[in-house]
């Protein structure tokens, strides 16, 4: 590996850390109890100042030494994560990120320039005022010991106490309670959460809390050990009915853990602890992304190749010639499903990043904001995955801008002062959902629809033909906006325009929802791949077009006499409902159908669905199923309307991919 690989390798990594830890540090400022979360930070600092040690970075080391030393005082709470000292290390996780983009330049532009390394002034203000804070707290040793000596001996009666419960069949969890900070009372409802706790098993760390309640100093947060039968759910449930209870941890303590931190576990636990130390670790390579498009290419090219053998086999009608094609058919389909793994990247690498944009735009705008995320873990196509980011952004941007209200107007409205914006992900099929939702002011489809006749988007009548979700995808259209005034993340018009644009030129959709006073909920579907799918192919007017499969219900035979013309649109009665019906031929701009079909009163058609919408699509005939490897339009034919890309056919001849999303809603 030479030293641009491994600078590469330096970069990626740190940027992977850095949104790890704003991340973490965002979860840890509104819960300062949250030692993991501390701990993980801590370990993701110590590691970033490992590696960049490792490639002579000495600015990006000596920052990330003195946040160590912090993130160390923090850990061992002697000192608070209170908003100045959170503050100070958002500003080096902002410092370390301009550092890192610092690397990346070319040596023309970075670090081996005449006139010497153009690090940012900040850094070393920074890195001194880290310096400041750790010093000042270390001169105070002998407060600080005498509070390690405390500690060590409530470890020491908590250890004692938990391998005791472990013997008697309980479980021990370490349990953390935050109140709210408008919590009236907070002493009384400290003292009823200890009651309850006390109910349900014994608990070590009581009389710390309580001299904490007597004697004035309780804050909003405390902790304790309890060893009990009962569920962490259960045991959660039950404090949680308290009046003023924000949140509930419970973290599970092991008993065997504590045995080897005192040098007695037991030889069982020994054996099994080195066991576990001998298992083969998960090896890992990275790998670049254009070797990766290659690889792809070749598997497509690969799957095509096998689509013609398999229709010359067929001719040949020779039976070892056919089976040794069923043979490659199971190989090149295991191929590629391994290669679409690869290629997968689990969402939370861009995910990780909104935590920290949400909080700094909510504060901005004086908005008190949680972001709650959900489905993480969920992979996209990197040729999917790179184009999502910005549409999500802006959609973040709207929702605390114009979703979430001022803690005023919220408490007007009776809710709390705490707006919830949530972003998820699940997989259905061979697709990928992502929703962004909040419960904010919501949207008034009068006002929309007010906005687009006054802007000249529309007439007054067509306004008033429309219904309420395709007046809310006016907000989608050029130049859309209800402001006559920018603010920090949104009003000029482009935002939303810009994301249903980036979404269906990822083969996705975009839906909206919105209820006055309880929110708004902005739906992506985009498909698991760009690459390679699997594809109907039908024919329409003598060519031959594909569907993607991900998307189609069912193919139907419709009697032309069924058919009637509602709103100027045909529909035909499909499963209690109306069906509408969109005529490929017509679409393309052919003239006429199947002769055939007309002269039997007959109509081949595709049910396909996009979103939440169905639509019947009319063709002339259905030729069958086959993978298909997608190749994107360039030029002149980028833009053309109903068409999604193309693709090469076993017999070499090309057929274009439907874009339904453009079939459906134009």
């Not at 410092?95 to 890192?100: G, N, P, R, T, W």
């Not at 990247?345 to 949680?370: Q, T, W």
């Not at 993480?376 to 801008?401: M, Q, W, Y």
């Amino acid at each position: 590996m030479d030293t641009n690989q491994y600078k590469n390798l330096f970069i990626n990594s740190s940027q992977e850390i850095l949104g790890r830890l704003n991340n973490c540090l965002v979860t840890l400022e509104k819960h300062p109890e949250d030692l993991e979360c501390l701990n993980e930070i801590f370990r993701e600092a110590h590691t970033l100042k490992s590696m960049a040690g490792a490639m002579g970075y000495k600015d990006i080391t000596r920052l990330t030494h003195e946040m160590e030393s912090v993130l160390d005082l923090l850990r061992r709470e002697e000192l608070r994560a209170d908003k100045q000292t959170v503050d100070l290390l958002f500003e080096s996780f902002d410092a370390l990120e301009a550092l890192v983009r610092h690397v990346s330049l070319p040596e023309t532009q970075g670090a081996k320039k005449k006139d010497g390394p153009s690090t940012p002034p900040a850094v070393y203000t920074l890195a001194e005022k880290l310096e400041r804070i750790s010093k000042r707290y270390a001169q105070d040793g002998r407060a600080v010991m005498r509070e390690r000596r405390a500690r060590a001996r409530l470890e020491e009666s908590e250890r004692t106490e938990i391998l005791k419960s472990a013997k008697e069949g309980l479980t021990a969890y370490r349990v953390a309670i935050s109140l709210t900070k408008a919590c009236p009372l907070k002493e009384a409802r400290a003292f009823m959460a200890l009651k309850e706790l006390q109910e349900m098993g014994r608990i070590v760390g009581a009389e710390s809390v309580a001299a904490q309640l007597e004697g004035g100093a309780f804050g909003r947060h405390f902790g304790l050990v309890l060893m009990t039968t009962h569920s962490a759910a259960s045991v959660r449930k039950k404090v949680e009915t308290i009046q003023g209870i924000e949140r509930v941890v419970l973290k599970p303590v092991r008993a065997d853990e504590l045995m080897e931190k005192a040098g007695a576990a037991p030889k069982g636990i020994a054996q099994a602890a080195e066991a576990e130390r001998e298992k083969p670790e998960l090896q890992t390579v990275r790998v670049a992304l254009d070797k990766l498009d290659h690889l792809m290419n070749i598997v497509g090219e690969l799957i095509i190749g096998r689509i013609r053998l398999a229709d010359i086999a067929k001719s040949l009608e020779q039976k070892p010639l056919t089976e040794a094609i069923v043979h490659m058919e199971r190989l090149t389909d295991e191929l590629h499903g391994e290669m679409m793994q690869v290629r997968l990247i689990p969402l939370e690498y861009i995910f990780n990043r909104y935590p920290r944009l949400v909080r700094d735009l909510a504060g901005k705008v004086r908005k008190r904001v949680d972001l709650i995320i959900e489905g993480s873990d969920i992979g996209l196509d990197r040729t999917v995955f790179e184009g999502i980011d910005k549409p999500l952004v802006h959609l973040l941007r709207n929702a605390v801008d114009h979703g979430i209200e001022t803690p005023e107007e919220r408490k007007a409205a009776g809710k709390i002062e705490t707006g919830t914006i949530r972003l998820g992900a699940q997989r259905k099929r061979n697709v990928v959902i992502i929703e962004v939702s909040d419960d904010g002011r919501g949207m008034d489809v009068g006002v929309i629809g007010k906005a687009a006749v006054r802007g000249g988007m529309i007439s007054s009548e067509e306004a008033a033909g429309l219904s309420g979700e395709e007046t809310l995808m006016l907000i989608t259209e050029p130049g859309f906006s209800t402001r006559t005034t920018a603010s920090h993340g949104s009003g000029w018009g482009v935002g939303m325009n810009a994301v249903r644009t980036m979404v269906e030129s990822l083969g996705g959709t975009l839906k909206i929802e919105s209820t006055v006073n309880a929110g708004s909920r902005f739906t992506i579907q985009l498909p698991l791949t760009m690459a390679i799918i699997r594809a109907l192919l039908v024919r329409v007017h003598g060519e031959t077009y594909a569907i993607p499969m991900a998307n189609v219900l069912q193919t139907i035979t419709i009697e032309t006499g069924s058919i009637k013309p509602i709103e100027h649109h045909e529909m035909v009665s499909y499963r209690g409902t109306v069906l509408p019906l969109v005529r490929l031929a017509a679409a393309f701009g052919f003239e006429g159908g199947s002769a055939e079909m007309a002269a039997a009163g007959r109509l081949s058609a595709v049910v396909v669905e996009v979103g939440t919408r169905k639509a019947g699509l009319v063709v002339d005939g259905i030729i069958g199923q086959q993978e298909v490897m997608i190749k994107t339009l360039v030029g002149a034919l980028k833009n053309v309307p109903g068409i999604a890309g193309t693709t090469i056919l076993g017999d070499g001849r090309i057929a274009m991919i439907v874009d339904l999303a453009s079939a459906i809603y134009s």
